[in-house]
């Protein structure tokens, strides 16, 4: 046990005397708590260009337009008769939406009739559509409302019932309050890869074979840093910048120490297979976008092709994002994420096996 604890302390040593594995694992964590959230303060787009299709040119669609200029979400490029033009505009991403005003929209509104104002979104960016919608959506129904007050006796129409949106998991409806609890977990794991695979490999580099004592202390010291840093992460950068969290606190504090043994598996098997720490980073380049993709969080599962859809699930990334969103966010019950935890587990012994044989059982050779 004393052997083991000196290995321990030892590992911690070596975290700090080598600069670049330092920083990774342990200042990077700090550094992106607060550069990501800054990035994303302000929660949501404002100012997004939208066309105005006015056919009827009218009091109403005039007031209409006024109404929708006011909005902090949009931003009117151009107001124009002509749709196509308006279309074009569009598809050369110059505007996000358009917003058509009919002709004879006003007869046609005192009428009672269905149908007439139409709302055309790009889907090039699902948030930013949100907000267009949200910002044309408030303005034309108050615009609306307010016009039909006076035409109450001539006319019998009445405007639908209002939809009332209530957010169950992002309350602020923000965009860092959607994005962050899911990147939060791909920088632990990251951070992870990137970090002790470079202290492993820089070990190998000088011919090193890890006692049994050793590789455990190793593995001991990453998840006490790990531990500390998803915890702080979780914890106290949710709290400070009012995101979501401590749904299921408890089954966050289970969850924690499985998904981040699993990374560390991975992260020694990695840095047992590269000749120089330098190798690592070139892997952390190529992968940190594809893996975040691959999460579902910025783009459905459901919407990507049965193939990449089986291999995102086989990604521990894949599990711990959606995870820890069920767990900080969701406050799912910890029995629904139980199945995660038994992949995680699993793969996570897997490649602790793995790392073992090759680090502890194998003897180092030129390239291996």
């Not at 607060?34 to 056919?55: H, M």
């Not at 005192?110 to 149908?115: D, V």
């Not at 109450?152 to 602020?172: C, D, K, R, V, W």
Request: glycine share 6%; proline share 5%; with cysteine.
């Amino acid at each position: 046990m004393k052997s083991f604890f000196c290995y321990y302390i030892q590992t911690f040593k070596n975290i700090a005397a080598n600069t670049s594995v330092f920083t990774t694992l342990i200042a990077a964590i700090i550094l992106y708590s607060f550069f990501y959230p800054t990035a994303y303060k302000a929660q949501s787009a404002e100012d997004i260009p939208i066309v105005i299709v006015d056919e009827e040119q009218s009091i109403l669609t005039s007031k209409i337009i006024s109404q929708a200029s006011n909005s902090p979400h949009i931003h009117i490029i151009t107001v124009t008769d002509n749709f196509l033009e308006a279309e074009q505009l569009v598809k050369n991403q110059k505007a996000e939406g358009i917003l058509l005003l009919p002709e004879n929209l006003t007869n046609s509104l005192k009428r009672g009739e269905m149908g007439g104002i139409g709302l055309y979104l790009s889907t090039a960016y699902f948030i930013r559509t949100k907000e267009v919608g949200t910002g044309l959506a408030g303005s034309i129904e108050s615009t609306l409302q307010d016009y039909f007050e006076k035409f109450g006796e001539a006319s019998q129409f009445h405007p639908e019932l209002s939809i009332h949106q209530i957010p169950l998991f992002n309350t602020l409806s923000g965009y860092a309050s959607y994005i962050f609890p899911a990147v939060a977990s791909l920088i632990i794991h990251q951070t992870i890869l990137l970090g002790l695979a470079m202290l492993i490999a820089s070990y190998r580099e000088k011919g090193w074979i890890a006692e049994r004592l050793e590789f455990w202390a190793i593995f001991a010291a990453i998840l006490t840093i790990s531990c500390l840093g998803c915890l702080y992460l979780f914890g106290f950068t949710f709290w400070f910048y009012e995101y979501p969290h401590g749904g299921n606190f408890w089954g966050m504090l289970l969850a924690v120490p499985i998904y981040v043994s699993c990374i560390i598996g991975l992260a020694m098997l990695v840095g047992s297979l590269v000749d120089m720490p330098e190798r690592v980073g070139h892997l952390i380049v190529v992968t940190s976008v594809p893996l975040f993709l691959l999460t579902g969080t910025a783009w459905p599962h459901e919407a990507m092709p049965e193939w990449m859809q089986w291999f995102a699930w086989t990604l521990p990334s894949t599990y711990g994002v959606q995870m820890f969103v069920q767990l900080n966010q969701m406050g799912v019950p910890t029995a629904i994420v139980v199945p995660k935890l038994i992949y995680l587990a699993t793969v996570g012994a897997i490649l602790l096996a793995l790392s073992y044989y090759r680090l502890v059982m194998m003897k180092p050779t030129k390239g291996s």
